[in-house]
């Protein structure tokens, strides 16, 4: 079976800091891989997917960046945070086919102090 | 730009009552797909949709497929405390991505 693995699972880090948030996936091949940002009980904003190795689309421009080294896994980074980088970050990947939906990792919560 | 709408925002109700939700669309979806984030988690797939009409139960849950394809409504039927989170509607935005909508927030009290 298909599992998704994101972490750490809580980071605080100062202004200024680098950041590597890792996802994998496990079980599968070729996935679309997807980072959302969660503010404090708001929706999904999309950050950046891919649907193969080294292909990244960025969804809003900002302070972040995504890397696909590997087929199953997909790095979200920083070179310095702000604090408008604090928030609850996502991995989720799915089939080509997106009917089926996306499968969500339990989530990052960044806290940039 | 596409976008999905969700309403109610939010709600607050009594254990056992029953819940009812919609998502809309400014344009046509095959596919619609429902969503709950339990506080702390991500998101968890409950109930997919695949034909306009059609109506899927998960348990207490039941949702349908408008009949334009542009909407879609969530039903929780005798809510009960772990019923608490945000519930997301969403849809393929094209064949790399899925659009979600602005999410139910649901309480429950006892």
């Known amino acids: 079976s298909q599992t998704i693995h994101q972490w750490p699972a809580t980071l605080v880090q100062p202004v200024g800091s680098p950041l590597s948030l890792e996802c994998t996936v496990e079980?599968?091949?070729?996935?679309?891989l997807y980072w959302y940002r969660q503010a404090a009980g708001r929706g999904l904003q999309l950050l950046f997917y891919s649907v193969g190795i080294g292909q990244i689309s960025s969804e809003v421009p900002q302070n972040l960046s995504a890397s696909r080294p590997q087929d199953r896994q997909f790095i979200l980074s920083s070179k310095k945070l702000l604090l408008s980088d604090s928030g609850f970050y996502l991995c989720?990947?799915?089939?080509?086919?997106?009917?089926?939906?996306?499968?969500f990792g339990s989530g990052t919560r960044l806290t940039v102090v | 730009g596409q976008q999905l709408n969700q309403s109610p925002q939010s709600m607050f109700i009594q254990e056992g009552e029953d819940v009812s939700m919609n998502c809309t669309s400014s344009?046509?979806?095959?596919?619609w797909l429902w969503y709950k984030q339990d506080p702390g988690e991500g998101p968890v797939l409950l109930i997919a949709?695949?034909?306009?009409?059609e109506l899927t139960s998960n348990g207490r849950l039941t949702a349908q497929f408008g009949i334009t394809r542009k909407d879609s409504f969530l039903n929780i039927s005798a809510s009960i405390p772990s019923d608490v989170g945000i519930y997301f509607c969403a849809g393929p935005y094209n064949t790399d991505k899925l659009i979600f909508g602005t999410g139910t927030r649901l309480q429950v009290f006892p």
């Open positions: 949709l695949y034909k306009a009409g």
């Open positions: 344009s046509i979806f095959n596919t």
């Open positions: 079980g599968t091949s070729n996935p679309n």
């Open positions: 989720a990947w799915s089939v080509q086919r997106l009917n089926y939906g996306y499968t």
